[in-house]
């Protein structure tokens, strides 16, 4: 996949054991896309309520899928 300047990637990698890894690209880091890519990315690995929510979000939608 290509990122053109004005775009940014929030990756994410599980390991084996579950755990999460996150990693943001862009050509531009410091433009718009980059900035708020690094911000998420902070908070997701960061902010223990927004990892919560984040995980309720998951479940509900494999609940909903299971009706």
Known sequence: MEIKNNQAALILEADEKGEISVSVTSPDMNGLAGLICQAIATKLMQDEKFQT???????????SGAA
């Open 53 to 63: 929510e984040i995980l309720a979000m998951m479940e509900e939608s494999e609940n």
